[in-house]
Each structure stands twice: as structure tokens, then as C-alpha cells.
């Protein structure tokens, strides 16, 4: 079955350094996504992209965010000076078309240690 | 934004016993979704439910979507210690997700 793949599945940094969460969606889909999840807190939207380009993003996507699709088969997240606060499960996703009828495929995770 | 939440926040039955969640949401939805997540782990879809449906079932799974009262229920029966882990509400409207804050289950053999 295809799978969404999220490398590293663990990274520690050191803080105001710079990060790239990296994520390969199942080849034929179109729409891509980040999450995060703050450990023992909600899943949260970080920023949706289709045709190259960011389609929405939340507050919490702020400067310090970037996404790039680099090669057509990369998805990567790329946080400039990272913050003790942005310590967490980052969740790549990845879906077909625009109305998903049978929900969006995630990746297993990045968890993002920044010390 | 658009969010389920779910109550209760923590739900601790033993084994063999119905384990039931809620979620509420506060907009018009096109389907609403469960998944759960294991401690650190990736999220794992469960089941969707459409907006013109009203129950649906998928093995030990049974989700009910009362969109007058914008809320979903998850029951999961004959529960097993597997089922240890956090639930989630998502709802679905203009191609994002949004999601609720979970419900730890633990079950206990």
C-alpha cells in the first residue's frame, strides 16, 4: 500500500539553528500538508500546498516557516531559527484531489527535539 | 477555525468493555473523520463519515454524525488493550482538516 515517508523520524537541534523536515507523498497525489502536534496537545494545521504553492496557511505558520516542493517528489518543511517551542511531532500528509472522500494519508512523523 | 473537540479528554475502561467518544465541531462540514495515534506514533485513519450520512460501521467501529447538533460519536466495542491510544476528531471543509484535541483511551487488560 502506498505510504507517505517522513525522514528523519527523530532530530535534536539546537536552538536558532536551521531545520528541514523532509517528506515524500505517495507519487499521484497532488495536495500536500504539515501538521504538528506539541506533545500531549492537539494536532495542529501548519499550511496546505497544491500546484506549487501555498494554498492556506494558519497563524502558527508564520516567518520562520518555509515549504518547498524542490523535485517533484520531496515535500520538505524548513524552519529558519528554530524555538524551544517549536519541539514537537511534525506530520507530513498527502491526498489526491481536492474532496477527499476517504481521508488524507500521513506520514508517521518527524519528531523535532530543539534544545 | 473550524475544530472537533472531543470529550471526555481521558476515558480508562477494562478490556471487553464499550469505549464511547464524543466530538463537536462548529461549522458546516463536508464529512467528518476519526483517527487514532499511538503514543509518538503517525496518525492512522479510521473511518469517515460523510455529512448526508448518519451512522457507519467498520469492524469493532461504529460512528454516528448528528449534523443538527454538529456532533460524532465513536463507539468502539469488546475493547482490547491494543486500542490503548489517543482518538481524534477531524472535520473536513475547503480541502483542510482541522482537529480536535483527542481522547486518551486506555484500556486495561
Known amino acids: 500500500e502506498p505510504e507517505v515517508t517522513q525522514t528523519p523520524s527523530h532530530q535534536v537541534t539546537q536552538m536558532g539553528q536551521e531545520v528541514i523536515l523532509r517528506c515524500v507523498p505517495i507519487?499521484?497525489?497532488?495536495?500536500f500538508y504539515w501538521y504538528r502536534q506539541i506533545l500531549g496537545q492537539k494536532v495542529e494545521f501548519l499550511v496546505s500546498f497544491y500546484n506549487n504553492e501555498i494554498s492556506e496557511k494558519s497563524e502558527i505558520f508564520d516567518d520562520q516557516f518555509s515549504v518547498e516542493r524542490p523535485d517533484g517528489s520531496n515535500f520538505t518543511l524548513k524552519i529558519r531559527s528554530t524555538k524551544l517551542e517549536d519541539s514537537a511531532m511534525y506530520f507530513c500528509?498527502?491526498?489526491?484531489?481536492?474532496?477527499?472522500?476517504?481521508?488524507?494519508?500521513f506520514g508517521s512523523g518527524t519528531r523535532l527535539t530543539v534544545v | 477555525s473550524q475544530q472537533g473537540e472531543e470529550d471526555p479528554q481521558a476515558l480508562s475502561i477494562q478490556e471487553g468493555e464499550n469505549a464511547t467518544m464524543n466530538c463537536s465541531y462548529k461549522t458546516s462540514i463536508n464529512n467528518l473523520q476519526w483517527y487514532r495515534q499511538n503514543s509518538g506514533r503517525g496518525l492512522v485513519h479510521l473511518i469517515l463519515?460523510?455529512?448526508?450520512?448518519r451512522e457507519k460501521h467498520s469492524g469493532r467501529l461504529r460512528v454516528t454524525l448528528d449534523t443538527s447538533k454538529k456532533s460524532s460519536s465513536l463507539l468502539i466495542t469488546a475493547s482490547r488493550a491494543a486500542d490503548t491510544a489517543s482518538y481524534f476528531c477531524?472535520?473536513?471543509?475547503?480541502?483542510?482538516?482541522?482537529f480536535g484535541a483527542g481522547t486518551r483511551l486506555t484500556v486495561k487488560p
Open positions: 463519515i460523510r455529512s448526508n450520512e
Open positions: 500528509a498527502s491526498s489526491p484531489r481536492e474532496f477527499i472522500p476517504y481521508g488524507y494519508t
Open positions: 507519487s499521484n497525489h497532488l495536495y
Open positions: 477531524a472535520t473536513d471543509a475547503n480541502n483542510d482538516m482541522r
